[in-house]
């Protein structure tokens, strides 16, 4: 009976001890989980970041103007981009001058932002500029007849990036 007992016993320890392995084994996965997901994230991140500081090779920036009246004016300044007064259902012009002095071809993209980004578009954009390539950007205001007479302004970022 004795040993009945004791190999009861002994029983029972194993199974709360194969119970407690299990439950320690459990409580590291989600753990060890966590950590690959958080290091998977990190790594993602450094590479988003890396990919677009270090690609991008210059940024130039213009202030855009534009003047919806009933009027015709235009601004010849090199310095910002005015596309000058326009009436409703009028259109004007700009040409932006680029060159690639490098020795390797670039990648262009372009961000306006502002209330004047409704009314400025650009044609025919090529994105890539090859090494010592002259390229004319040709952007468009173009106001619809139901626009409110005012001021519109922002900002052009004419981005250079490396391939």
């Known amino acids: 009976m004795a040993d009945t007992r004791n190999?009861?016993?002994t029983r029972v320890k194993a199974t709360e001890k194969?119970?407690?392995?299990?439950?320690?084994r459990h409580q590291k996965l989600p753990?060890?989980?966590?950590?690959?997901i958080l290091i998977f994230i990190i790594c993602i991140g450094?590479?988003?970041?890396?990919?677009?500081?270090?690609?991008?090779y210059?940024?130039?920036?213009?202030?855009?103007y534009l003047i919806v009246g009933n009027k015709i004016g235009f601004d010849l300044s090199k310095e910002y981009i005015h596309f000058g007064i326009v009436p409703p259902n009028g259109s004007s012009t700009k040409n932006v001058f680029i060159y690639n002095n490098e020795d390797k071809k670039l990648k262009l993209q372009l961000k306006l932002e502002g209330n004047v980004s409704r009314?400025?578009?650009v044609k025919d954009f090529s994105p890539t500029i090859m090494p010592h390539e002259n390229k004319t950007l040709t952007f468009?205001?173009?106001?619809?007849?139901?626009?409110s007479?005012?001021?519109y302004s922002g900002k052009l970022k004419i981005i250079f990036r490396r391939f």
Do not use: C, H, Q, W
């Open 7 to 9: 190999l009861r016993k």
């Open 18 to 24: 194969s119970v407690s392995t299990k439950n320690i």
């Open 31 to 36: 753990k060890l989980l966590i950590m690959i």
């Open 46 to 56: 450094l590479i988003y970041i890396f990919y677009y500081s270090l690609a991008v």
């Open 58 to 64: 210059k940024v130039v920036e213009y202030d855009v």
């Open 119 to 121: 009314f400025v578009y």
């Open 140 to 147: 468009y205001a173009i106001v619809p007849g139901n626009a």
């Open 149 to 151: 007479y005012g001021n």
